[in-house]
């Protein structure tokens, strides 16, 4: 006999005498559409934290940089006040 994974449903049992199919497929199949819908609004749930933390973290080294580029532009000013040369020219 030939069975659906994990659901012990048994494919000989889904057709009466005349061939025609019970409704006991159809609920099986609705049942694993209900479960499927259930986990992806679970995964658009958990998508949209990862999408608010990934543009925390985008944000905090887009910060990050402006202040390198910053103190990059600070020491080239105090270079030029103390006559130094520019080294990497």
């Known amino acids: 006999m030939t069975r659906l ?26 049942e694993m559409l209900r479960a499927i819908r259930g986990d992806l609004g679970h995964l658009k749930t958990d998508m949209v934290e990862v999408k608010e933390r990934l543009g925390l973290l985008e944000a905090g080294q887009a910060s990050i940089s402006r202040r390198i580029d910053r103190l990059g532009g600070d020491v080239e000013h105090a270079n030029r006040r103390l006559g130094l040369a520019d080294v990497t020219a």
Request: proline residues 8%.
């Open 5 to 30: 994974p994990d659901m012990g449903y048994n494919v000989r049992d889904a057709t009466l005498g005349n061939g025609l199919m019970t409704t006991a497929p159809t609920d099986l199949v609705l």
